[in-house]
């Protein structure tokens, strides 16, 4: 087979070379294949119709799928380098609905919370096929988190639970879709058993790299509930089980790693992190906080940073501070917005006023108190005299009016 250069390519088609890059990259011409940093293309390829023009918008009429077969496009490896996710939402203008999709999930990465609330109604409005359905109501979902709107909340599950399934095979990734959502606010009821094993053949394997995101969440959750008490398994208790969680996670980091799944990877090393944080294991919190930080920040991702905030306390800031103290800045506010749109979400679902107010080292005692750590274990964790866990123990019983003994439900 004869091939071709990207600037032949380019003068070929009658487009710019920049564009026939992008269409490589995106996998969008047959057989083109990469040498190092070239692209070599087949010279008898066809060139990719345009989704904005009249032949696209016909394709895309006819229900036209979208590039990969999963409702987290931006977890796909479309998105397979930092500092590029504008340009893969640009590669994507083939299709109109992928690349609305895919801007919203960046979007939100972004914590520009607004632009992804027009986006999930727009495809919603648009009755757009399976995956899109089920992307925008998670979007909503999302959305509703940051601004702490049960209604809104209520409205996305709809939206998931009524998308256009065919098969059993949809059907099991509308379940995910769901799950996806509910651990937003630690519920780990609704995973499907076949899931909670850690198995995910019921999905497409273009779902893989964000099943494995849930699942590392999931068994965050599982062990974060153990060690607050608020979950009872047998022969477990305390931190035992959280200790056992970056023995999963590790290796799915690596995965993740090497299939160049930026955004995956993200959410992986955040989560390994703050299992790490609990554990009292930092050095290794720091390792993925810092490897997380040089993939997300080429492209402002925010609003993810964010997400982690709470759950990572006062490391999230001490790595900022170091690494980009202006994206702090930028992280600190989305971070206020996001603490007070969940904790209202999740008060709201759990019948509960949950507190906002609490400061992030009222927070973190609150959360030792709640592994049932002593006084004394928490002052030296946390590098407090023994009379200053004591003031912020009582700060907190102030905040939240009840004791150390139902922390856990509060925080």
């Known amino acids: 087979m004869e091939y071709i250069s990207i600037d032949e390519m380019a003068q070929k088609w009658g487009i710019s070379p920049r564009s026939v890059q992008l269409l490589c990259a995106s996998g969008r011409i047959e057989g083109a294949k990469r040498l190092g940093r070239a692209w070599m293309i087949p010279k008898n390829a066809k060139k990719p119709i345009d989704g904005r023009s009249k032949a696209g918008r016909a394709l895309i009429d006819r229900d036209m799928p979208l590039p990969r077969k999963t409702p987290f496009l931006y977890m796909s490896d479309l998105y397979h380098t930092p500092g590029t996710a504008d340009e893969v939402g640009e590669s994507l203008a083939y299709h109109h609905e992928a690349q609305v999709l895919f801007e919203a999930e960046v979007a939100y990465s972004r914590g520009e919370i607004d632009k992804v609330y027009e986006s999930a109604n727009y495809l919603l409005s648009k009755h757009s096929g399976f995956y899109a359905v089920l992307s925008a109501g998670m979007l909503l979902a999302m959305c509703a988190i940051w601004k702490g709107d049960i209604n809104m909340w209520r409205r996305a599950k709809i939206h998931i639970a009524e998308a256009p399934a065919k098969s059993d ?6 379940q995910l879709a769901i799950s996806a959502v509910d651990i937003m606010l630690y519920n780990v009821q609704s995973f499907p058993k076949w899931f909670q094993t850690g198995c995910f053949e019921p999905l497409h394997k273009d779902s893989y790299p964000a099943a494995k995101v849930y699942y590392a969440k999931f068994l965050y959750a599982v062990a974060y509930a153990v060690a607050t008490g608020t979950l009872k398994l047998q022969g477990a208790e305390g931190l035992y089980v959280m200790s056992s969680v970056p023995y999963s ?8 790693n090497e299939k160049n799944t930026v955004m995956s990877e993200i959410y992986l090393r955040l989560t390994c992190a703050a299992v790490y944080h609990n554990c009292g294991k930092d050095e290794d919190a720091i390792r993925h906080i810092d490897r997380a930080l040089a993939l997300a920040l080429p492209d402002r991702l925010y609003g993810v940073l964010a997400e982690y905030c709470r759950a990572l306390d006062s490391l999230m800031e001490q790595r900022l501070l170091v690494l980009d103290p202006v994206a702090w800045s930028e992280i600190k506010k989305l971070y206020k917005t996001y603490n007070e749109g969940w904790s209202a979400l999740v008060g709201a679902v759990r019948g509960r006023k949950i507190i906002s107010a609490l400061t992030t080292k009222q927070r973190e005692v609150a959360k030792l108190a709640a592994f049932g750590m002593t006084n004394k ?8 005299s023994l009379s200053g866990v004591k003031q912020a123990l009582l700060a907190i019983t102030d905040k939240t009016g009840v004791g150390r003994d139902e922390f856990a439900a509060y925080l």
């Open 377 to 384: 274990e928490i002052a030296e964790k946390l590098g407090m």
């Open 169 to 174: 095979f949809d059907r099991d990734t509308m």
């Open 249 to 256: 996670v590790e290796p799915m980091i690596c995965w993740a």
